[in-house]
């Protein structure tokens, strides 16, 4: 840096500038004094610039937005599939396939040109540039001088708090709504899956947009921007987080403490830092893959002294430390399997570090983070499926049971592997995603039953006293249980969005259902000794059921209201898993020649877990132990909440839908209706294919099928 633009540091952030007035300028950013008022809309804003812009778009309201709506151009699912629009009610497409045309965009905001990329008053942080993000899920961001000026200073972030508005949805728990609707005659089981208003919220926009952040809950681009200000600030100041030891003993002394500890820039340098080694091996390991490339690699990139430099430098020790604080605080609800308490990156594996720090990348506010991460992806993908640990397959022969504490590293490498066919398949090119779902996860699941699913249980933890809990234990079989029911539950993905026949059957998954977060989210052994005999004590013994007997009982038969609160208790995550297995009941259903007693059962279990999920949103959706944060969120508070299992309840109402068609289609059989074109009776049209599925193309990468099926439905509620 030259000493001219030395000379003209800012003495809050010590960002340095080349000019004066370029100094004083971004001076003005750390005041939250507005002088420049608009004389029409009475807004103000600290620069005078930004009043001028917004001067020739002020029509008199107060958020100053345009009085001249911009028309839609296309409709929703011509957007999707890239296709020329009429732009009709509705539109030639949509209405040659009989399918319901929406057009689901704000009317009243005015986008700009294709490509445009927003800056200044209307980049990251300004009023309209947030509008115009929420709204579209489609402006690019240019991080500026200004990126974090908003925020007050502290030391971790004395932010402000964040209103749970700004989260996707209504409510904390945004529950469908069940509102009576007159009913048609749909056949001997319309009853039991109609009647009502379809909410898809969530998963409209799941199904037509990619990327993690447009796909899952990863809060609001206020919320990203704030945890991303205060991690570069904590690295500005030259503070670092406390590393800890793996929990080997009972004591608490290694334990992570959570608070950032202060240390001088200049006791760390670079070489000298705790994670330098961490650097150094992800390297390496990357070097190697791409030196030594498998035949009909994915990796295309010729090693040389500026690619390792690149490499050194996206993996550098800070970098990974910003990266890892992106993925607890964005990511980590939504794929909750990583003991963050616990963890330590020195002594973890480096796949699992460098799969983690391109997670964190992946979920970060700035674009250039996301764009570095990129040319990554396929580097690390080979070293996690060719790790040692991962594809070991001795412990598949071996008579001993499998001990989760003493097998850690089996444990990180099956992680990594799994995050892996995350940021491959949302973020990752067509073929990647193409690679993810046909190979790579086969793998995933082979690695799971290596391990053993049914050795994934805790032990009787009731039966301990205070000195011989172990916490170490304790998160190794936790971690270990969550791990291979989020493999389940990705596998049930695949099945629900790509039409993928399931690779996971639902006998097999004898392991125990997940502990609450308030056990896993303990910060001290005492802690989580004490959550855990509280758990216990409430819920005995339905808090050791396993996935498949919590299925089995909720499809037998119609449950009584104490059952549906002990299940209710269970919480989000293994809520989740109930209802996600219904949906590879149905799949197989469809795709068999399965009887009515297989409908029964199926629907059995919706309606039973539809009473289980009123009752947890009701009553336990808004305290411990399962929910620990709830209201206003702070960026050192946002990895405690819940991520898209917010929206299980969506997935309910995916089920019954699916049923509601097929049961439609069972009756228009039974009740056969001439066609007004042909002549033909419906029935005769069918006998080729008396019970084709709803969803008729397998293994497809677009979720269009899925898409187009809640775009059909007429009361299917998008905002």
Same mark, same amino acid.
Not at 77 to 82: N, Q
Not at 231 to 238: D, F
Not at 303 to 317: D, I, Q, T, Y
Not at 329 to 334: E, K, R, S, V, Y
């Given at each position: 840096?030259?000493?001219?633009?030395?000379?003209?540091?800012?003495?809050?952030?010590?960002?340095?500038?080349?000019?004066?007035?370029?100094?004083?300028?971004?001076?003005?950013?750390?005041?939250?004094?507005?002088?420049?008022?608009?004389?029409?809309?009475?807004?103000?804003?600290?620069?005078?610039?930004?009043?001028?812009?917004?001067?020739?778009?002020?029509?008199?309201?107060?958020?100053?937005?345009?009085?001249?709506?911009?028309?839609?151009?296309?409709?929703?699912?011509?957007?999707?599939?890239?296709?020329?629009?009429?732009?009709?009610?509705?539109?030639?497409?949509?209405?040659?396939?009989?399918?319901?045309?929406?057009?689901?965009?704000?009317?009243?905001?005015?986008?700009?040109?294709?490509?445009?990329?927003?800056?200044?008053?209307?980049?990251?942080?300004?009023?309209?540039?947030?509008?115009?993000?929420?709204?579209?899920?489609?402006?690019?961001?240019?991080?500026?001088?200004?990126?974090?000026?908003?925020?007050?200073?502290?030391?971790?972030?004395?932010?402000?708090?964040?209103?749970?508005?700004?989260?996707?949805?209504?409510?904390?728990?945004?529950?469908?709504?069940?509102?009576?609707?007159?009913?048609?005659?749909?056949?001997?089981?319309?009853?039991?899956?109609?009647?009502?208003?379809?909410?898809?919220?969530?998963?409209?926009?799941?199904?037509?947009?990619?990327?993690?952040?447009?796909?899952?809950?990863?809060?609001?681009?206020?919320?990203?921007?704030?945890?991303?200000?205060?991690?570069?600030?904590?690295?500005?100041?030259?503070?670092?987080?406390?590393?800890?030891?793996?929990?080997?003993?009972?004591?608490?002394?290694?334990?992570?403490?959570?608070?950032?500890?202060?240390?001088?820039?200049?006791?760390?340098?670079?070489?000298?830092?705790?994670?330098?080694?961490?650097?150094?091996?992800?390297?390496?390991?990357?070097?190697?893959?791409?030196?030594?490339?498998?035949?009909?690699?994915?990796?295309?990139?010729?090693?040389?002294?500026?690619?390792?430099?690149?490499?050194?430098?996206?993996?550098?020790?800070?970098?990974?430390?910003?990266?890892?604080?992106?993925?607890?605080?964005?990511?980590?609800?939504?794929?909750?399997?990583?003991?963050?308490?616990?963890?330590?990156?020195?002594?973890?594996?480096?796949?699992?570090?460098?799969?983690?720090?391109?997670?964190?990348?992946?979920?970060?506010?700035?674009?250039?983070?996301?764009?570095?991460?990129?040319?990554?992806?396929?580097?690390?993908?080979?070293?996690?499926?060719?790790?040692?640990?991962?594809?070991?397959?001795?412990?598949?022969?071996?008579?001993?049971? +499998?001990?989760?504490?003493?097998?850690?590293?089996?444990?990180?490498?099956?992680?990594? @592997?799994?995050?892996?066919?995350?940021?491959?398949?949302?973020?990752?090119?067509?073929?990647?995603?193409?690679?993810?779902?046909?190979?790579?996860?086969?793998?995933?699941?082979?690695?799971?039953?290596?391990?053993?699913?049914?050795?994934?249980?805790?032990?009787?933890?009731?039966?301990?006293?205070?000195?011989?809990?172990?916490?170490?234990?304790?998160?190794?079989?936790?971690?270990?249980?969550?791990?291979?029911?989020?493999?389940?539950?990705?596998?049930?993905?695949?099945?629900?969005?790509?039409?993928?026949?399931?690779?996971?059957?639902?006998?097999?998954?004898?392991?125990?259902?997940?502990?609450?977060?308030?056990?896993?989210?303990?910060?001290?052994?005492?802690?989580?000794?004490?959550?855990?005999?509280?758990?216990?004590?409430?819920?005995?013994?339905?808090?050791?059921?396993?996935?498949?007997? @919590?299925?089995?009982?909720?499809?037998?038969?119609?449950?009584?209201?104490?059952?549906?609160?002990?299940?209710?208790?269970?919480?989000?995550?293994?809520?989740?898993?109930?209802?996600?297995?219904?949906?590879?009941?149905?799949?197989?259903?469809?795709?068999?020649?399965?009887?009515?007693?297989?409908?029964?059962?199926?629907?059995?279990?919706?309606?039973?877990?539809?009473?289980?999920?009123?009752?947890?949103?009701?009553?336990?959706?808004?305290?411990?132990?399962?929910?620990?944060?709830?209201?206003?969120?702070? =960026?050192?508070?946002?990895?405690?909440?819940?991520? +898209?299992?917010?929206?299980?309840?969506?997935?309910?109402?995916?089920?019954?839908?699916?049923?509601?068609?097929?049961?439609?289609?069972?009756?228009?059989?039974?009740? =056969?209706?001439?066609?007004?074109?042909?002549?033909?009776?419906?029935?005769?049209?069918?006998?080729?294919?008396?019970?084709?599925?709803?969803?008729?193309?397998?293994?497809?990468?677009?979720?269009?099928?899925?898409?187009?099926?809640?775009?059909?439905?007429?009361?299917?509620?998008?905002?």
């Amino acid at each position: 840096m030259s000493s001219a633009s030395e000379r003209h540091r800012c003495s809050i952030c010590l960002k340095c500038y080349k000019r004066r007035e370029h100094l004083q300028r971004h001076t003005s950013s750390h005041s939250s004094a507005r002088p420049y008022q608009c004389t029409t809309c009475n807004g103000t804003f600290q620069r005078a610039d930004v009043l001028r812009r917004h001067l020739k778009t002020c029509d008199g309201q107060a958020n100053g937005a345009s009085a001249t709506p911009t028309k839609r151009r296309a409709c929703d699912r011509c957007v999707l599939h890239k296709k020329a629009c009429s732009s009709g009610q509705p539109c030639q497409n949509c209405q040659k396939r009989s399918l319901s045309c929406s057009y689901s965009f704000a009317s009243n905001v005015v986008l700009p040109e294709e490509g445009t990329i927003l800056t200044g008053s209307q980049g990251p942080l300004g009023n309209e540039a947030l509008m115009l993000s929420e709204k579209s899920g489609s402006i690019s961001f240019n991080f500026g001088d200004r990126a974090f000026e908003h925020f007050d200073e502290g030391p971790f972030g004395t932010l402000p708090d964040f209103d749970l508005s700004d989260f996707p949805g209504t409510n904390w728990m945004d529950f469908i709504n069940l509102n009576t609707q007159n009913q048609d005659h749909r056949g001997p089981h319309a009853s039991c899956v109609t009647n009502h208003e379809y909410s898809f919220h969530f998963l409209y926009s799941f199904t037509s947009q990619t990327g993690i952040v447009s796909s899952f809950d990863c809060g609001s681009p206020t919320q990203r921007e704030g945890v991303l200000a205060a991690v570069l600030r904590s690295l500005a100041m030259g503070e670092r987080r406390h590393v800890p030891e793996w929990p080997t003993s009972k004591t608490n002394e290694s334990r992570y403490s959570g608070p950032l500890v202060t240390r001088p820039r200049s006791q760390f340098p670079r070489l000298n830092h705790p994670l330098s080694l961490k650097t150094q091996e992800i390297t390496f390991l990357v070097k190697e893959v791409v030196t030594v490339k498998p035949r009909n690699s994915a990796v295309t990139m010729t090693w040389s002294s500026s690619l390792e430099e690149k490499c050194s430098l996206f993996f550098s020790p800070m970098n990974l430390q910003k990266y890892l604080e992106l993925y607890w605080a964005i990511w980590h609800p939504n794929v909750n399997f990583v003991h963050r308490p616990t963890f330590n990156p020195i002594v973890c594996k480096s796949i699992l570090l460098a799969s983690m720090a391109l997670i964190g990348a992946c979920v970060s506010p700035d674009p250039a983070d996301i764009e570095a991460a990129k040319p990554w992806f396929n580097c690390i993908e080979e070293m996690v499926f060719t790790d040692d640990d991962f594809c070991s397959d001795t412990l598949s022969t071996d008579t001993a049971p +499998f001990n989760p504490f003493l097998n850690r590293r089996k444990i990180e490498a099956l992680q990594a @592997a799994y995050m892996v066919v995350l940021f491959q398949n949302w973020e990752g090119t067509d073929a990647s995603k193409r690679r993810m779902r046909r190979y790579r996860y086969s793998n995933v699941v082979s690695t799971a039953r290596d391990i053993r699913i049914s050795s994934a249980k805790h032990a009787n933890y009731s039966q301990q006293s205070r000195q011989e809990f172990n916490w170490g234990e304790f998160v190794a079989r936790e971690e270990l249980i969550r791990t291979v029911l989020w493999v389940f539950l990705l596998d049930t993905a695949f099945t629900i969005f790509n039409n993928l026949p399931p690779r996971m059957v639902i006998k097999e998954m004898t392991m125990h259902l997940a502990f609450p977060e308030s056990c896993f989210q303990a910060l001290t052994e005492d802690e989580c000794y004490e959550e855990i005999q509280s758990w216990i004590l409430s819920l005995s013994p339905t808090c050791f059921v396993t996935l498949r007997s @919590a299925v089995e009982d909720i499809c037998e038969k119609v449950l009584v209201q104490d059952t549906h609160r002990n299940l209710a208790r269970l919480g989000p995550l293994n809520l989740f898993a109930m209802v996600s297995a219904f949906h590879a009941l149905i799949f197989q259903y469809q795709n068999s020649f399965g009887g009515e007693g297989q409908v029964e059962s199926i629907l059995n279990g919706l309606g039973n877990w539809r009473a289980i999920w009123e009752i947890y949103t009701s009553e336990l959706s808004n305290s411990p132990p399962h929910v620990l944060v709830n209201g206003s969120l702070n =960026p050192e508070h946002m990895w405690k909440r819940v991520g +898209f299992l917010r929206y299980s309840a969506e997935y309910w109402s995916l089920a019954s839908l699916i049923l509601d068609r097929i049961s439609t289609s069972a009756t228009n059989q039974q009740h =056969p209706e001439t066609t007004s074109d042909t002549g033909l009776t419906r029935q005769s049209a069918l006998l080729d294919d008396p019970q084709s599925p709803i969803l008729d193309r397998y293994d497809e990468t677009s979720m269009w099928q899925v898409n187009d099926l809640i775009s059909q439905f007429q009361k299917t509620r998008i905002h």
